[in-house]
C-alpha cells in the first residue's frame, strides 16, 4: 500500500523507450533554441528579478549584501551558475538549457510511472515542452533558474512520496528550499497523504488483518516522512533568519516578508485578467479537455486527492507575486499527467485527434512578449490562442461523439487505469 490509496495489485509501469526518450530530448533542444533567450543588457537595470540572480552569481562562493528579499534567499541557482568558469549570462542559459531537458526527461519517466504508454508519454511531454507560459518562459528568461530547479524537485518528490521514498523526498525538499519557496508546499501535501488512510484524521479503518501491525507500519511511515521532511523545513527558515537581504517591495526582509507581502500585492490580485492569464491562460489550448472528459478527470483526482491540495495552495502562493502564468507552472506536475491519461483513454484511438491536438499546440506556442521570432502584438496571440482552443475542443469532442455512436475497435487497450497512486 502507497501512502496514497491501498491497492488491489501491483503499479502497472511502462518501460523506458530510447528511441522516444531520444526524440524527446532533440524535440526539446530544438524547442529550447525556438524560444530564445532574454536580452539582459537591454532590460539591466528595469527591476527584472535578473538583476538580483546576477549580483548572488557573481559574488559566488560568497554571498551578496545587495540583493533585496525574497530572491536572496533562493540561493541554489545562482550560487550554481557562479561556481561554473563562465560569464553569468552564459553560465544561467547553460544550466537553464541542460535543466530545461532534464525537466522534459523526467516528466516523461513520471508519466510512465503513471502508466502511460512510452509513446503517450513522450508525446504529453512534448506539450509540457510547447507551452511558453509555464515551461518556455523560465527558459527565454534564462535568470529564472530556480524556477526550473524547484519543477524538478517537485517531480522527484511527487514520485517519492508515492513510492514510499522518505528520504528522496527530504532530499528533494532540502534542495528545493534552496531554489523557491514552493518546493515546501509539499510538506502539507505530504503530511495529508500520510494521514489520508489509517490515521487520526481518517474515516477509514484499517483491515481486521492488518490490526496493530498495519497501524504500527503506518506510525513508522509517517515518522520517517517527518524525520526527512525536518532538515529542509530547518533550512528554509534558517536561511531565512542568516543570509543578509535587504528590504524587498514589500518593505521588509526575513521572515517578516512573508506576512507583508500578500498585502503590499493586494492590488493585483484584483484584475481580473491576471487571474484569467493565471488560471486559463496557464492551460491554453489543453484547458478544456479536462472538462469534455469529466468523468476521467473525476477519476484522475479520486485517486490523487493530496494533488487537489497542492493546486489549491499553488493558486493561494501566487498572492505573493505579481508575475501570471509562471507563478502557476508548479502545477504541471499535476495538470499534465491528467492531459497524458484523457490522450491515452480517450484520444489515441480516435483518428487524427492526437494530430489536431499537437497543431493547436503549435498555434497556440508564439507570443508578443516573447521568443526569438515574436509576434508583433497581442492581438494576434490571443487570435491564436483561440483559434488553438477551438480546434482541440473541437476534435475532443468528435472524438467523443465518435465513441458514443460507434464502438472503440479492438486491439491495444488505450484506457488502462493507472495503478500508480492506488
Known sequence: ????????????????????????????????????????????????????????????????????????????????????????????????????????????????????????????????????????????????????????????????????????????????????ETSLLMVPVALATLYARGGPYSKTKLPPKEG??????????????SLAMLPGIALFFLSRLAVPATEGLAGTSGLAHYLRAPLTFALDHTYVEIWEERLIGSYVPLVTLPLIFLPTTRAYFARRKPLLLFVALVVLSTFWGTDRERLMAPTFIVFYPLVGEIAQRHLAHCRGALAAVFAGVLIALPTYRFGRFPLPSLAIETACAMAAVVLVTGAALACKLAAVTSPRPRGRNFSRPSHYYH
Not at 563562465?86 to 502508466?115: K, N
Not at 496493530?212 to 516522512?225: C, L, Y
Request: glycine residues 8%; contains cysteine.
Open 1 to 180: 500500500m502507497t501512502p496514497w490509496q491501498a491497492s488491489s495489485g501491483s503499479p502497472r509501469t511502462s518501460r523506458v523507450d530510447p528511441r522516444h526518450l531520444a526524440a524527446l530530448c532533440v524535440f526539446t533542444i530544438v524547442a529550447i533554441a525556438l524560444y530564445g533567450r532574454i536580452d539582459h543588457d537591454a532590460v539591466t537595470g528595469g527591476g527584472w528579478d535578473l538583476d538580483r540572480y546576477r549580483l548572488m552569481a557573481q559574488a559566488a562562493p560568497g554571498l551578496s549584501h545587495a540583493v533585496d528579499a525574497p530572491f536572496a534567499y533562493r540561493l541554489l541557482g545562482p550560487y550554481l551558475a557562479g561556481l561554473l568558469p563562465l560569464p553569468d549570462p552564459a553560465a544561467f542559459y547553460l544550466l537553464s538549457a541542460t535543466l530545461g531537458v532534464a525537466l522534459a526527461a523526467a516528466l516523461y519517466a513520471f508519466l510512465l510511472r503513471e502508466g502511460l504508454d512510452s509513446a503517450i508519454a513522450a508525446f504529453t511531454s512534448a506539450l509540457f515542452v510547447l507551452n511558453h507560459g509555464l515551461f518556455g518562459w523560465l527558459i527565454w528568461d534564462c535568470f529564472q533558474l530556480n524556477d526550473l530547479l524547484c519543477l524538478l524537485s517537485l517531480v522527484v518528490m511527487v514520485w517519492a512520496l508515492a513510492r514510499r521514498r522518505p528520504w528522496l523526498f527530504g532530499a528533494a525538499l532540502l534542495l528545493g528550499s534552496l531554489a523557491r
Open 212 to 225: 496493530r501491525e498495519g497501524a504500527s507500519e503506518m506510525a513508522a511511515e509517517r515518522r520517517r516522512f
